[in-house]
């Protein structure tokens, strides 16, 4: 996510130009976060009011978990697909204003709750809605968005074909994992694959048009973001879920058996924080045949995800130097081997066809030398994160102090608490450092660490916005390990208030954040003016 650095000239010195390197300020929110009335965030009013926060705010990045259909816990980095998007997202109010849904289509809404995600409650409503959306696509009188769809479904066939045919067959096995299909689909014969699309074709019309409008609001959306002057950050986690289209449609690409199940899964080792390490599950990839094969899929999957992004954050990003190797009996991670990744090899094929891509790497934890070595060939920022910074002495990676430019900086991400929780929870040790550091009693924790971000010499900071809002634990998105309850929370609409946007966009004007100032140090105005669809 580096930008070119400007040259300024100091005319009156006759000094020779220096370099000014582009500083942002900007906050992760996943979408499933935005206020709405069916049961989860969506890409509807909630989403363009939010980005007019930013705008007002004066920031730069909208950063977003990965926006792919979710699997297992409800988690984005278990997603069914590395291609498509998340049906749920999609704003049923907009089809309302698309003349797909009637006023009685979506009377009688469930009594959601305002600050949870309802995932199950939200998929049988939504799905239902949207079925009925579909029946009026098929009828007389909707022939300009069939086209569409039909453009649609041609333009993207190279994953869509695969995606759409493999949920409709999950529907038809009762939500069973691919690997426990019938033996001939299972191992995608053209009989079988022909037979399925045949008897399907319904379903599978029905999920290619659950894309067709998930791109159309995402796109709308973007351009507004965009316009206003807001980039989208996404994320890329190297790793697919073994339950997804893509295993299923590209098993040589992965150490699979004869059955379809994984020999070697994917994890990280015992570490301080786990006497067993992690075990993921995911399936490792053959990375000779990748390679053999010129990269073709992950080169893809880069053109899919640039379509409905600015730059990516490349999650677990050491994995493409060396990453843990697990032996898929094994149900800990403690048996395990590093085995080598493709490193910069496949980021060259990448930008061989497709240029320059704004990448952030994932670098926290336990990083090696080579991996060190191989983000600075790469020329791609790290990440560091505040909560990490104030166990240890002043050499600690993690302090302000001790950042280099080409940094994108947190004060925590979508795994940690928020940094009011985080505080309440640290020990007196830890909070006297965090006290001891920032001249402050502690008080007002979170906006006292997002100041701290902003003042770095990181060339971009990230604040989720549950520390935006100093909230407590109570607005933690995520903690690993824990099997159910991730991923539900919600603000309301309320919580974005003036005020807010109002300090925020004093720290940007004070700490120099602004990419594209004017003469007067404000915000520029865009160069196309931003309109909402509808």
Known sequence: MSDPVEL?????????????????????????????????????????????????????????????PIGYGNSPYAGLSAFAGNPLLICLDTLRADGLLTADDLAAVPPFDDDRVDFEGA??????????????????????????????????AGWLDDFALFMALQGAHDGAPWHEWGLPIRERS?????????????????????????????????????????????????????????????????TLDTNGAPTVVAGVPPDYFSATGQRWGNPIYRWEVIAGAGYRWWIERFRALLRTVDSVRIDHFRGFEQCWEIPADHPTAEHGRWVAGPGAALFDAIRAELGAVPLVAEDLGTITPAVEALRRALGVPGMRVLQFAFGGDATNPYLP????????????????????????AAGEHEREA?????????????????????ASVADTTIAPLQDVLSLGSEARM???????????????????????AAWLAALVHTYGRDPTPDVAGEQSTPTVQPTRPG
């Open 401 to 424: 102090h001790n950042y280099e430019p080409d940094t994108v900086v947190y004060t925590g991400t979508h795994d940690n608490d928020t940094t009011a929780g985080w505080y309440a």
């Open 434 to 454: 965090v006290c001891t550091y920032l001249a402050r009693d502690g008080s007002d924790i979170a906006h006292d660490l997002v100041r701290l971000a902003y």
């Open 190 to 254: 053209p009989e079988a694959l022909a037979a399925a699309k045949s008897d399907l074709a319904g379903e599978v019309g029905f999920q290619q048009f659950l894309q067709f409008l998930f791109a159309e609001q995402w796109g709308a959306l973007k351009r507004y973001a965009n316009a206003c002057g807001v980039a989208i950050m996404g994320d890329l986690p190297i790793f697919v879920a073994h339950d997804s289209a893509d295993v299923w449609a590209h098993p040589g690409i992965f």
């Open 123 to 156: 998929a049988a409503w939504k799905l239902d809605r949207l079925r009925r959306a579909y029946g009026r696509l098929l009828a007389p009188g909707a022939e300009a968005r069939r086209e569409a769809l039909d453009a649609f479904a041609r333009d993207q």
């Open 478 to 500: 995520n903690l690993p390990g824990r099997p159910e309850a991730n991923w539900t929370w919600r603000y309301r609409p309320e919580m974005l208030r003036d005020e807010e």
């Open 8 to 68: 300024h000239h100091d005319e009156a010195r006759n000094e020779p130009p220096t370099p000014r390197r582009a500083r942002r300020a900007g906050i992760l929110l996943h979408p499933t976060s935005l206020p709405g009335p069916h049961g989860i965030g969506d890409l509807g009013e909630g989403a363009y009011r939010f980005v007019d926060f930013l705008v007002a705010a004066r920031q730069h990045v909208w950063q977003v978990l990965p926006l792919g």
